[in-house]
């Protein structure tokens, strides 16, 4: 098989967890059916040691210049080190900083704002990229507009992590159909996330009816994610989001609350998550659970792009373009087309038998 090119902007903890899985996972033996961590060890033919990276995009001055091995290590990322990343030859290049940035992580994160932007398309064409990744921290439209017109430009797909509306907006899917190009999106969903466990009790409770009088989230953590987060200009997105993951699957009106998230520093990436879902059982009788989930963040988005890549390489390969619905409706929080994760499984798994 080929191998994927893939570009990345924003060069965070979740690229340093996706940028580590690849070199933590390239000699795993490829007969083997179950690899711990993994969704997939071999996805539709293609295995985790084929995607490359060939381009990368900051704004932080502390990462842009340096190789992508060591940038991934560049404070404020905080991430787990699972993996040592050997000089990886792709120097981090300055994309245009737009709306990248809020209040508080202009606080946190230099910018040299003499240092001149590159030309994102040029870079994306002349390294013959497939994908582009978008992890820009959350609330920047108008910068994760400029990459997915870029990736348009230079004729690759995009991979849109952050819950900016681009894949599930007519408009982009019909650009990035015409073009031919695969878009795929938005706002990932972690491998074993809030979203994830939050809508697996939702259906639990559905499907052994029980009527869901209220439901209600909170996630806590401390790397520069939820400091941006904890802005409130720059949260409403995320929480649209979260919001139709767990609402879209419920066929009635009831009191869902997603709680904005809060920053508690010394949590770095670890996300501490709470849920509670009360409902009414037989005869009207009372029913709660609350769960805590706690997690590092950012692998566990990692351990779903990897997966998400390969099938934009798919979809490549076979001239498949516009928002790969059924990608979409699995490993994302925002899908153009919503619906069940057990449905969303079936249709990624038949999207892997076809290809
Ligand atoms: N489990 C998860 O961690 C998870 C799940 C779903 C979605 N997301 C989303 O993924 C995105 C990335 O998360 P993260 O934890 O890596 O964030 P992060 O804050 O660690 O990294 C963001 C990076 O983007 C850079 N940046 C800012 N503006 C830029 C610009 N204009 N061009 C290029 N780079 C720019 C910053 O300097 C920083 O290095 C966020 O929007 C987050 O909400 C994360």
């Known amino acids: 098989m080929d191998k994927i090119k893939v570009a990345i902007a924003g060069i965070g903890n979740c690229a340093s967890s996706l940028v580590q899985g690849v070199e933590y996972y390239k000699n795993v033996d490829e007969k083997s059916g179950f690899v711990?961590?993994?969704?997939?060890?071999?996805?539709?033919?293609?295995?985790?040691?084929?995607?490359?990276?060939?381009?990368?995009?900051?704004?932080?001055?502390?990462?842009?210049?340096k190789d992508l091995s060591e940038a991934i290590f560049t404070i404020p990322n905080c991430t787990l080190k699972f993996s040592k990343v050997p000089n990886l030859g792709i120097k981090v290049e300055r994309g245009p900083?737009?709306?990248?940035?809020?209040?508080?992580?202009?606080?946190?994160?230099?910018?040299?704002?003499?240092?001149?932007?590159?030309?994102?398309?040029?870079?994306?064409?002349?390294?013959?990229?497939?994908?582009?990744?978008?992890?820009l921290p959350t609330g920047s439209k108008k910068a994760s507009e400029f990459y997915a017109e870029h990736a348009l430009t230079a004729g690759c797909g995009f991979i849109n992590g952050i819950p900016e509306s681009i894949a599930s907006d007519p408009e982009w899917g019909k650009r990035f159909k015409n073009a031919g190009l695969p878009l795929a999106g938005d706002d990932i969903k972690?491998?074993?996330?809030?979203?994830i466990v939050h809508r697996t009790l939702i259906d639990l409770f559905i499907k052994r009816g029980v009527k869901i009088e209220e439901s209600y989230q909170v996630n806590t953590g401390g790397n520069t994610d939820f400091y941006n987060l904890s802005e409130k200009t720059r949260s409403e997105s995320k929480l649209t989001c979260k919001y139709a993951a767990i609402q879209s699957l419920i066929p009635y009106k009831t009191s869902v609350i997603i709680s904005p998230s809060n920053y508690v520093e010394f949590q770095g990436?670890?996300?501490?998550?709470?849920?509670?879902?009360?409902?009414?059982?037989?005869?009207?009788?009372?029913?709660?659970?609350?769960?805590?989930?706690?997690?590092?963040?950012?692998?566990n988005s990692a351990g779903v792009i990897i997966d998400v890549i390969r099938a934009m390489k798919i979809a490549c390969d076979k001239g498949i373009s516009g928002p790969l619905t059924d990608i979409c409706a699995y490993y994302f929080k925002n899908p153009p087309e919503p619906c069940s994760d057990e449905d969303a499984y079936r249709k990624v798994k038949k999207f892997i038998g076809r290809s």
Do not use: M
Request: contains cysteine.
């Open 36 to 65: 711990p961590g993994i969704l997939h060890n071999i996805f539709g033919g293609y295995k985790i040691k084929d995607i490359e990276f060939v381009a990368a995009f900051d704004v932080d001055k502390n990462k842009v210049g």
């Open 190 to 195: 972690s491998q074993v996330g809030a979203t």
């Open 269 to 299: 990436d670890n996300k501490i998550c709470y849920i509670t879902l009360k409902g009414r059982i037989f005869g009207g009788a009372p029913l709660t659970i609350d769960v805590k989930l706690n997690v590092e963040d950012s692998p």
């Open 97 to 135: 900083l737009i709306d990248g940035l809020g209040e508080n992580l202009r606080g946190v994160i230099p910018v040299d704002t003499h240092q001149e932007a590159v030309n994102i398309a040029d870079v994306l064409k002349k390294r013959g990229t497939d994908i582009l990744i978008n992890y």
